[in-house]
């Protein structure tokens, strides 16, 4: 926000605000991807709960699992919009590439999470 209040009255100042919203906007893009990062490792732990936990709380893996792609994917919306104004169109084109890749594991992360609590309710 504080690179749309900068000066625009000449060509280096409209130069210079252009280049720091762009530095701003990629920061605000990177932040949620981190976030989708950080939010994909708990499947790891989610899956040790569902696999080897009490069964008796194996719904709590489930549940975890469930809130784990939440995360994930509601980063992945910040991260969509927010690169949807940058004009560095490789790095664009990267991140969203990556982005997408995470919350397709994830959804695979959580389909598989699921089918193994469901086993365990089952007592298979």
């Given at each position: 926000?504080?690179?749309?209040?900068?000066?625009?009255?000449?060509?280096?100042?409209?130069?210079?605000?252009?280049?720091?919203?762009?530095?701003?906007?990629?920061?605000?893009?990177?932040?949620?991807?981190?976030?989708?990062?950080?939010?994909?490792?708990?499947?790891?732990?989610?899956?040790?709960?569902?696999?080897?936990?009490?069964?008796?709380?194996?719904?709590?893996?489930?549940?975890?699992?469930?809130?784990?792609?939440?995360?994930?994917?509601?980063?992945?919306?910040?991260?969509k919009i927010n690169?949807?104004?940058?004009?560095?169109?490789?790095?664009?084109?990267?991140?969203?590439?990556?982005?997408?890749?995470?919350?397709?594991?994830?959804?695979?992360?959580?389909?598989?999470?699921?089918?193994?609590?469901?086993?365990?309710?089952?007592?298979?």
């Amino acid at each position: 926000m504080d690179a749309f209040g900068l000066p625009k009255k000449t060509d280096e100042e409209k130069a210079a605000r252009t280049a720091a919203i762009q530095e701003a906007t990629k920061y605000a893009t990177q932040v949620p991807f981190r976030t989708m990062k950080v939010a994909f490792k708990a499947f790891e732990v989610v899956r040790a709960m569902a696999e080897t936990g009490n069964p008796n709380s194996v719904t709590d893996a489930g549940v975890g699992a469930l809130c784990a792609r939440s995360a994930v994917m509601g980063a992945h919306l910040n991260v969509k919009i927010n690169a949807s104004s940058l004009k560095d169109e490789a790095f664009k084109a990267e991140i969203l590439k990556e982005a997408a890749e995470i919350e397709a594991a994830a959804l695979v992360q959580e389909a598989e999470i699921l089918q193994i609590v469901n086993k365990v309710i089952a007592g298979e």
